[in-house]
């Protein structure tokens, strides 16, 4: 068999190792790009790769391969999601460019750097989110929809009190006004104990006449 083709089939097999690894731990975390997708992702920038270094040998063959950094940011941005005043999936959407970089030094012929990385990869993703659980035991953002009715003057005031003694920080805060009501949002930063406190209080105050975060 040809040495380039086995060489290259090395590659391909070490890809699909690889991204399953690292898909595997995707899957598991029911993320939207999963055990499939994040493998053909990382086989697809290795024959990128491949290919670039076959087919143009001369000064600009990485050019292909230049590529494939643009174009995996399409990819990524799709699973980037805004939900309940949160951005979502963003993990992902690195996981995604991180496994088309890997599936890049596969195809480059950086084989024993890859696995390295990859160890790394996987211990951020399978260990780091317990010392994120930690840090959000501790602190914890929310974006509060505050709708108040229009004739109660001093409900902005209550909600600012209502923060004060839940001991919560508002880092940005925003009021617009309607002919019926009053919608105010608040960026909200305390601990996760103070914020159930502070939608318990909102919950029983009448003047709200609505709220969401």
Known sequence: MDPILTDNLIKLGMAVVVGGLIGAEREYQDKAAGFRTIILITVGSTLFTILSLTLDPGNTQTR???????????LGAGAIIREHGKIGGLTTAATIWLSAALGMGIGAG??????????????????????????DRIREARTYKVVIGF?????IEKIQQALEECSLKAVESHQQKTESAITSTW???GSPKNQKKFV????????????DY
Request: glycine share 8%; hydrophobic share 60%.
């Open 64 to 74: 292909i391969a230049a590529n494939i950094v643009t174009g995996i940011g399409f």
């Open 110 to 135: 950086e084989l024993a750097f890859v696995m390295a990385s990859t160890g790394v990869v996987l211990i951020v993703l399978f260990f780091f989110p317990l010392v994120e659980r930690r840090i």
């Open 151 to 155: 004739g109660n003057a001093k409900g």
């Open 187 to 189: 960026q909200v930063i």
């Open 200 to 211: 318990e209080m909102l919950m029983k105050d009448e003047s709200v006449k609505e709220f």
